[in-house]
């Protein structure tokens, strides 16, 4: 049995084909998600989304359910910094469970469990785990679900010969309908299924073509993720147009667009958080930037909220719907008390975005961009106190 620990797992070259994620609630009438989450420990809003095939594959595999079973969805995408924890957490666990097992045993084991983060599925978009229904009952699969495997039976693998008959009956209908439509399972977890991902790559030798995806936050239309370098054109659309960039009066090159890009990265790596690319849910496609960055305010850092959004897209309010979503992370997720949105005095439409997430000129400064002094004005908005 190859686990996710074995290099040549972590070897599988990956080229990401950019596919953006989609909800997978209420895609087919016999694909249920469990809504309750009380079997685990995802809270992020995107927890029943997946990459747009891994939801058509679904589909597909629920076209192949025998009469009155259905599909139920208990985690799909998994923030990267929430796999980054569990792995840790479940190393920390068995290394108390097994004092004397050596660091390498342990890291073993805790493979069997979690995926360790180079090659976990789930933050690419492309796993799931899910479980059968029949008659609106979750069915005997042999354990419950997100069980830790425990020698010697291993209950969860499988392919366990310690499992009652009615149970190898549940599974081989999953191990039908999900191969069929071109799911790989991981051999431990009766219930993780997934397509795209290092390890269904190994075991079709060939390349990955998911890489990690860092969604930040949803709102009705939209979703929020960090920008990837694939993003680059996506950006070039908005960041080389005139007509967007009118309020900078200078439209990006090549080497620019670049920079912004790079630039975007490092705030992550160094600050947690930057401009994030705004995907339109419905269609998949990127029509432009929102998110938090530091700002200098007359000498002053501050935090803001700030957006950028192709032409195409204008005057539909994805905008202020956007930029409302990053007001309230900078609130809740951050703990900020305060956030700004710094705009040219000539770019009313954004000053009526601010307007719309409850801004109100709270200064004025003056920004040097490419050698042009342009005034400023300072929208800001504090948070909320019982």
């Known amino acids: 049995m190859v686990l996710l620990d074995d ?226 054109e996506a950006l070039c659309r908005m960041l080389k147009d005139e007509e967007v960039m009118y309020a900078y009066e200078h439209a990006f090159d090549d080497k620019e667009a670049r920079e912004w890009l790079e630039l975007q990265l490092n705030r992550y790596e160094n600050d947690g958080f930057g401009l994030w690319a705004v995907v339109l849910e419905e269609t998949g496609e990127v029509i432009g930037q929102c998110g938090l960055t530091m700002q200098d305010l007359n000498g002053e850092q501050v935090l803001e909220v700030g957006y950028l959004l192709a032409k195409d897209f204008w005057h539909k309010g994805y905008a202020t719907e956007a930029a409302i979503a990053c007001k309230k992370y900078a609130f809740d997720i951050l703990g900020a008390k305060e956030v700004y949105s710094i705009i040219r005095d000539n770019n009313i439409a954004s000053q009526n975005v601010a307007k719309r997430n409850k801004m109100t000129v709270a200064g004025k400064c003056v920004k040097n961009y490419y050698n042009k002094y342009m005034p400023h004005l300072a929208f800001s908005v504090q948070r909320e106190t019982e």
């Not at 420990?41 to 058509?56: G, I, L, M």
């Not at 342990?106 to 983060?117: D, E, G, H, L």
């Not at 830790?148 to 009615?166: A, F, G, H, K, M």
């Open 7 to 232: 290099e040549r797992i972590s070897n599988i070259a990956v080229g990401e084909n950019q596919e953006e994620l989609a909800s997978l609630k209420g895609i087919h009438k016999d694909i249920l998600v469990d809504e309750s989450r009380s079997q685990i420990k995802n809270q992020s809003d995107f927890f029943c989304h997946a990459r747009r095939s891994v939801a058509e594959m679904l589909k597909e595999a629920a076209g192949y359910l025998p009469p009155g079973y259905q599909i139920l969805i208990k985690e799909a995408y998994r923030p990267l910094s929430q796999q980054k924890k569990s792995f840790e957490t479940a190393y920390q666990d068995y290394k108390k469970m097994y004092p004397a097992r050596s660091d390498e045993e342990i890291y073993k084991m805790t493979c069997q469990f979690v995926a360790p983060v180079k090659v976990a599925g789930h933050p690419t978009g492309g796993a799931i785990d899910l479980t059968l229904l029949k008659d609106g009952e979750e069915q005997d699969m042999g354990t419950v679900y997100n069980a830790v495997p425990l020698e010697p039976e291993n209950r969860t693998y499988l392919y366990s010969d310690y499992i009652s008959e009615e149970a190898r009956r549940n599974r081989k209908i999953l191990i039908d309908i999900m191969e069929k439509a071109g799911f790989a399972n991981y051999p431990t977890e009766w219930w993780h299924w997934s397509y795209g991902d290092c390890y269904w790559a190994f075991l079709n030798q060939c390349d990955a073509i998911f890489t990690p995806i860092e969604a930040i936050l949803k709102t009705d239309r939209l979703y929020l993720r960090e920008i990837r370098r694939e993003d680059y």
